[in-house]
């Protein structure tokens, strides 16, 4: 059924009804409560504070309302609370539980008076009374294209994306055309987020030049990196900006069908999507002859069963198949021929929910943002040790040291910066020394780690480089497929070998066996699983060697992490009588009073777990970590028996 | 058909052969040996797993899957360059450290690809600098009413696999779990007829490179000699 209007006229009327509906909400006389329930916000208990608000308001028979928006991306401060009360600007709180909630609503929503400004982040809209959002680094330096409105927006109700321009690049690139879609996305050199950093615009011209009847696109949110949580973020968020990329991108391609791979351990991503896809079929914003043209688009969700190399295209579309999940040799790429033979473009849910933008804003201003080779903004789940952890989004050209300095805080605790893995299992460590390394797909493979999906793990002194290969390593070879030589034994041994060292029992020459296999496995593997699983391996070996041989000849871990090479004490000095945290934490009985009234550890019975050193209070500070475990200063402790009591 | 012929030099040799055709088979045909494990002739889609058969093509960075790849005119192949002849070797070490190494006992003996590329590659069946990494699995698998089969003898090549899927009835094996823990996995027990067909087909047992999978009734004798012979 095709409407006389265009795509556009037919998109106002749903955008005027839209900001119609918002903009009641944005003005209404009761205030608005927006509490962020993305995963990470439940987690953290958003649910609990729904309740606390709930009840609270009851208790006062205050009326407000409560409403339901993604993840702002800041996860030290969950659960984040946005209040909208009438006389004041929007307010962002955080660490927001059922008490704080409580307080809030008698303060601050019952007398109006007080506006809390203990949890207080800032206020949205610049004011005078209030500290803005601006005045913070975080917010500051932040260039927030793609997330531009997660966390302000209500993922399950089209209209508030609909009030903010939502599916009007859509229009737009249904009136003026698929093949212009395709210019602006290839002049704007939009490259693959997924990881390797592919441009967009040329997967799609492949498979638009090929002739055949049928084609796919394909959006990737198989997000399985340890750490790495943007595209899930994306989709709970602000599912129906990645339902407009996905849109642009079959148009561009000449697709009629598009699915959205998305992994079971995301279940509310997928509960989120499916209904994104029902509102805006009724909108007529996807389905058949959208928003009355002559293009039509079947979407639908796919569920992932939860394999790491179905992140792989080709594993993917194995999977999709309903084979197992492995990859296979290219070419044939996707592009050409892919599920069932037809032409298939994948696309990362980062990437696709960056092509709205660049539709509405023209390439140039996408090119004015990051540098010449990688335009545009990077996403980074940045963890770790970190003051401010969370999702920071970035022009692409800033310095690891901006990212994890200046936005997110430092190293927490006032510890020193020793290193960051970037770019997850597949990507490499970098020690602080090139903490200027720019952060684009170029400049990091230069150094060995890669742009990968965005993970960015922060590492202070207490880590050990070894330890960091052997748990990546043990991870990538864990999700190997098993289909070729290399990845499924090659990464098998890497792990053995890094286990060996970590337990004190690894040999110098094997130091030459690791890098001879990581060069092998890079070459030799079949998928980039295989190709990229090595780096960590080889960062820590090339930047932390000194580590290595600390660990095999001297049995020494220098971070003090590794347990079979490390040892605890309590230092006499500072243990004070009388005080006995450590003695109740101990789950093996190891602490013992000594005859002067102190502790001390039963080395036998110790199984190292730390405990005692984070239960010793600060002001005595007594336990002490040791390696290797013969370092252990002899300080004549005798047990307390009833002999040496009386004297 | 001759105007499809084309040239391309293998090590310092020319060889003609129809284009588009796999680079392998060509190379085996004209007695250029490159060893290979998965791979058999007449597959359409070589699933290219072992990685044995890699080699160094003019104008690609990387070695390639010899395998999957198909000729054109003027390719010019290096087949044993030190590089590649250092990454086959290591593929060849790394499939035997998960190996049993139990070559005088294993009815494949004297018959066994790894054998044949051990001597090709100079090298032992049993690797000194690599640890030893014993699979979880026991030594055989019984439940099969016709086959039997020893996981630890098993390279993954899925060539009976690939048999067995070519056949109308197809498919009775297919590989199981993932990563180190991959296995071939046999449907069928002597309550399921579909099984039956098993009996006078064997064709998997037939194209395993190795000791691997053997027809119940072959390995039931050759067991028997070789006690026979254990006692003496």
């Not at chain 2, 058969?53 to 395998?67: F, N, Q």
Request: glycine residues 8%.
């Amino acid at each position: 059924m095709k409407s006389p209007n265009s795509p556009k006229e037919h998109l106002m009327v749903q955008a005027e009804r839209a900001q119609g509906r918002v903009k009641e909400l944005k003005e209404s006389p009761i205030p608005v409560i927006y509490v962020g329930c993305a995963t990470c916000g439940l987690a953290a208990g958003a649910l609990e504070t729904i309740a606390g608000f709930e009840t609270v308001l009851k208790e006062n028979g205050i009326e407000a309302r409560i409403e339901k928006v993604g993840c702002l991306g800041h996860c030290y401060a969950e659960p984040l609370v946005i209040i909208q009360n009438p006389g004041f600007p929007p307010l962002l709180y955080q660490k927001i539980g059922a008490g704080e909630a409580g307080i809030l609503v008698r303060s601050f929503l019952k007398d109006g008076s007080d506006p809390c400004y203990e949890y207080l982040i800032g206020s949205l809209e610049a004011d005078e009374n209030f500290p803005t959002l601006m005045d913070y680094p975080r917010y500051l330096y932040e260039n927030r294209v793609v997330m531009e409105h997660c966390g302000l927006i209500d993922p399950e109700d089209i209209d508030s994306f609909l009030a903010v321009g939502g599916y009007s690049s859509l229009a737009q690139g249904l009136e003026k055309g698929g093949a212009w879609v395709l210019d602006e996305v290839m002049a704007a050199n939009l490259r693959g987020r997924g990881g390797a950093g592919f441009p967009a615009g040329r997967k799609w011209k492949i498979a638009r030049g090929i002739e055949k009847s049928s084609k796919l696109v394909i959006c990737n949110g198989d997000e399985g990196d340890p750490g790495a949580y943007m595209d899930r973020t994306l989709l709970e968020s602000n599912p129906h900006q990645v339902l407009e990329g996905l849109a642009l991108a079959a148009l561009a391609v000449g697709a009629e069908r598009a699915l959205l791979y998305i992994r079971a351990e995301y279940p509310l991503a997928v509960k989120i999507m499916e209904r994104a896809i029902v509102e805006a079929q009724e909108k007529n914003l996807l389905g058949a002859d959208i928003m009355g043209s002559d293009f039509s688009l079947e979407v639908s969700v796919f569920q992932g069963s939860g394999a790491f190399v179905c992140g792989e295209e080709t594993a993917l579309i194995e999977s999709l198949a309903g084979n197992r999940g492995m990859p296979q040799p290219r070419p044939p790429y996707p592009a050409v021929a892919g599920l069932n033979g037809l032409p298939t473009v994948i696309n990362n849910v980062k990437t696709l929910s960056t092509v709205p933008s660049i539709i509405r804003n023209g390439h140039q201003w996408f090119r004015s943002i990051g540098t010449e080779e990688s335009p545009g903004t990077a996403i980074f789940s940045v963890v770790g040790e970190v003051e401010y952890p969370g999702l920071v989004e970035v022009p692409m050209g800033v310095t690891l040291e901006h990212l994890v300095v200046d936005i997110c805080g430092g190293i927490k605790d006032g510890k020193e910066l020793k290193a960051v893995q970037i770019g997850g299992p597949s990507g490499g460590c970098l020690p602080a020394s090139l903490m200027d390394t720019i952060i684009d797909f170029d400049s990091l493979k230069k150094v060995g780690a890669m742009m990968g999906s965005g993970g960015l793990v922060v590492m202070n002194e207490d880590t050990c480089m070894v330890e960091v290969a052997r748990y990546f390593t043990d991870f990538t070879q864990g999700e190997s497929c098993g289909k070729c030589t290399f990845c499924r034994i090659g990464t098998r041994h890497l792990r053995e070998i890094l286990k060996s060292i970590t337990v004190g029992e690894g040999r110098m020459e094997e130091l030459a066996d690791l890098e001879e296999l990581s060069q092998a496995i890079i070459k030799g593997s079949l998928c980039s699983l295989g190709k990229t699983a090595p780096n960590p391996v080889l960062t820590t070996l090339r930047f932390f060697r000194d580590e290595y041989v600390a660990h095999i000849e001297e049995k020494r871990c220098p971070a003090k992490m590794c347990r079979p090479l490390i040892a605890f004490y309590i230092d006499l000095e500072p243990c004070a009588r009388g005080c006995d945290a450590c003695v109740a934490c101990c789950p093996t009985d190891a602490i013992f009073t000594t005859s002067n009234r102190k502790k001390a550890i039963d080395q036998e019975k110790c199984v190292k777990c730390g405990e005692c050193v984070y239960v010793c209070p600060p002001e005595y500070d007594a336990v002490r970590r040791v390696s290797p475990p013969e370092m252990i200063p002899d300080q004549g402790v005798e047990p307390l028996t009833e002999k040496n009591e009386s004297e | 058909m001759s105007d499809n012929l084309i040239t391309i030099t293998v090590d310092e040799q020319k060889i003609k052969a129809l284009a588009g055709a796999f680079l392998l088979p060509v190379c085996l045909e004209n007695d250029i040996y490159i060893p290979n494990l998965c791979f058999l002739k007449g597959m359409d889609d070589p699933p290219a797993s072992c990685r044995l058969c890699m080699v160094e093509i003019a104008g690609e960075d990387e070695p390639v899957a010899s395998c999957r790849c198909r000729i054109s005119e003027g390719m010019e192949v290096k087949t044993n360059s030190d590089e590649i002849l250092r990454l086959r070797q290591l593929a060849f070490r790394l499939l035997v450290s998960t190996n049993d190494g139990s070559c005088r006992t294993c009815i494949a003996n004297h018959g066994c690809e790894l054998q044949k590329i051990a001597k090709f590659l100079h090298q032992p069946l049993r690797t000194k600098r690599l640890r030893h990494i014993d699979r979880d699995y026991p030594k055989f698998i019984n439940t099969h009413p016709f086959l039997i089969y020893e996981p630890k003898k098993c390279v993954l090549c899925g060539r009976c696999v690939h048999v067995c899927g070519q056949l109308e009835k197809g498919y009775k094996l297919d590989f199981a779990q993932r990563g180190m823990d991959s296995i071939v996995s046999l449907f069928g027990s002597d309550l399921d007829p579909a099984s039956q067909d098993c009996e006078t087909c064997l064709a998997c047992t037939e194209v395993c490179p190795v000791g691997a999978l053997s027809s119940k009734v072959k390995w039931q004798s050759f067991t028997a000699e070789i006690e026979a012979k254990a006692k003496k």
